[in-house]
């Protein structure tokens, strides 16, 4: 028996849903077909899907695909999934699976797919019990304290916001940033309060030459000024086996309390497996009073992560690796770049993080790069009310060993980003 029309206009709309949020979130590909035509009928299937890698080798790839949830999910508050292989059998790779409304949103990690070698899998749906605390321990999950908010993967932290406001003790709290962690014995690899160059800590927002009603601010040091977290937006809380993400609001407050300038922090960990963090990194910069003018030069603005300061003293051991094709524009800033990884050391171990700018970032977009720790990207420009700025990167956080990584490996991670694996239904 054929859908009723009301059921198709139903799935039309839904189908309308999905494509913005597939597009906002930057989902490999909206699932139609199959499983759509088995949600107007009611009838609860697995469904088989088809990934192409396209042109690129892919290690470690983080995939999300969205579709319409078949009837028997509707209204359900939590879903198992299993992923299966062309021959029908579990690959044993993690698979979350989300509920929201009348869509279902699948996340997981692909470990290797090759250059124009399409894969076929198989996923199985069904309702289930969310777990109860506890009971899962190998999962993404948040934990609170007072002024911070931390991300963890079981016992293992992943991140840390820190957002407390202390007018005592301005240097320190002045704007928010990102703690992250390591592995081992390292805790946080990134820098907190104090040490050389106190205003630059983790991963931290601000522009050195903020112009607003004929005026400049410096919201870089935010020595007058302030960024204060005002807080999170919870429908964007997510966590399980594979993906943890939050998202928080924060203002930028003039000396006499005005807000200027209002951004969104959206920070996804993806779980690979593997000794390293995939951190999507979505940040939204939205005027709110008039005309705000972003300036500075590259070293003092943008988007910016200071790893721990111990790498300062060891600043000899560490180096730089550039995207093809980058332009040297003066000392330690680079246009005509995609993506940079700066390799150090911290303890025993060695690291590397790779900041991969997507094309879709204001242009021209700087990288700027120092070796006592820091690297980041930035742009120059003005915002009107009304009007907003994204930036998307995607930074790597990997532990590596001495000659590990090179030009054509990290070049496959950066396409891996903007190029995601495409995913249709059998």
């Not at 969205?66 to 879903?79: E, H, K, M, Q």
């Not at 690959?91 to 470990?111: M, S």
């Not at 006592?372 to 009310?385: D, N």
Request: hydrophobic share 40%.
């Amino acid at each position: 028996m054929p859908p009723s029309p009301l059921r198709l206009r139903r799935a039309t709309a839904a189908l309308a849903r999905i494509g913005r949020h597939a597009r906002s979130k930057g989902c490999s590909w909206v699932g139609l077909g199959l499983l759509t035509f088995a949600a107007a009928r009611g009838e609860p299937a697995d469904f088989r899907l088809v990934l192409d890698p396209g042109n690129h080798d892919r290690i470690r790839s983080p995939v999300s695909f969205t579709t319409l949830a078949p009837d028997f999910l509707r209204g359900a508050s939590y879903v198992t999934a299993t992923l299966l292989d062309a021959a029908g059998r579990p690959t044993g790779e993690l698979i979350q699976g989300v509920i929201a409304e009348d869509q279902v949103t699948l996340y997981w990690v692909e470990p290797a797919l090759k250059a124009g070698v399409p894969e076929h899998r198989t996923v199985h749906l069904a309702a289930g019990r969310a777990p109860a605390k506890g009971d899962v321990t190998e999962a993404f999950h948040f934990a609170n304290g007072p002024g911070w908010r931390e991300l963890r993967y079981g016992d293992q932290p992943i991140w840390r916001r820190n957002f407390a406001f202390d007018p005592t003790h301005r240097d320190d709290s002045a704007k928010p940033w990102l703690q992250i962690a390591g592995w081992h014995d390292d805790g946080f690899i990134t820098k907190g309060p104090g040490g050389f160059y106190p205003s630059q800590r983790g991963l931290f927002l601000g522009w050195g030459r903020t112009e607003f009603d004929g005026h400049t601010y410096d919201f870089w040091s935010c020595a007058a000024v302030s960024q204060r977290q005002t807080g999170f937006l919870p429908e964007q809380d997510l966590a399980g086996a594979v993906v943890g993400r939050d998202a928080a609001l924060t203002d930028w407050l003039l000396p006499d309390g005005r807000t200027i300038l209002r951004d969104t922090r959206e920070f996804t960990a993806w779980h690979t497996g593997a000794a390293e963090l995939v951190l999507d990194s979505v940040v939204t910069l939205t005027a709110t009073l008039g005309r705000v003018g972003l300036d500075g030069d590259a070293h003092h603005s943008g988007l910016q992560l200071r790893v721990a300061n111990e790498v300062r003293d060891r600043a000899v051991e560490t180096y730089f690796i550039r995207s093809p094709g980058s332009h040297y524009l003066a000392p330690d800033i680079w246009d005509r770049t995609e993506w940079v990884t700066m390799v150090f050391h911290i303890g025993s171990h060695t690291y590397a993080v790779t900041d991969m700018s997507h094309p879709d970032n204001p242009r021209p977009t700087r990288f700027a790069t120092r070796d006592y720790g820091r690297i980041g990207t930035t742009f120059e420009g003005g915002l009107v009310p009304g009007q907003s700025r994204i930036l998307r990167n995607r930074f790597l956080i990997e532990e590596t060993a001495a000659g590990g990584l090179n030009v054509a490996t990290q070049t496959a991670r950066f396409l891996d980003f903007v190029d995601p694996v495409k995913i249709r239904i059998e």
